[in-house]
């Protein structure tokens, strides 16, 4: 049962690999946008077991700074779309019930 046992850990350090490739998971920090608290993490620990929370939610793997980035983005792509009329995607593919 090698195979078995390649796939198994092959499983387990796909959070490693994951944590390893995305920015802001290699940086391994969380933010709090209640309180505005930071903290240390592992990104693959936290990946398998879940990720710290505070004041209720939780943190965020963005900073406060990507976060105002991305609701700028956001907030011009909306405005975009509404200038141009541009049909909106249907989730679920169509009319499929
Ligand atoms: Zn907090």
Known sequence: MSELRAL??????IHEKIAAEVPQLRR???WCY???????VDSAASLKHGWPT???FTMSID???????????RALEEQEQGQSGWPRPTAGGGDAE
Do not use: D, K
């Not at 198994?8 to 350090?13: F, L, M, Q």
């Not at 900073?63 to 983005?73: F, I, N, V």
């Open 54 to 56: 505070c004041c209720g």
């Open 28 to 30: 391994g920090m969380v």
């Open 63 to 73: 900073s406060p700074e990507e976060r105002q980035q991305r609701a700028t983005l």
């Open 34 to 40: 209640t309180c505005g608290r930071e903290e240390r």
């Open 8 to 13: 198994i850990e092959r499983a387990n350090s």
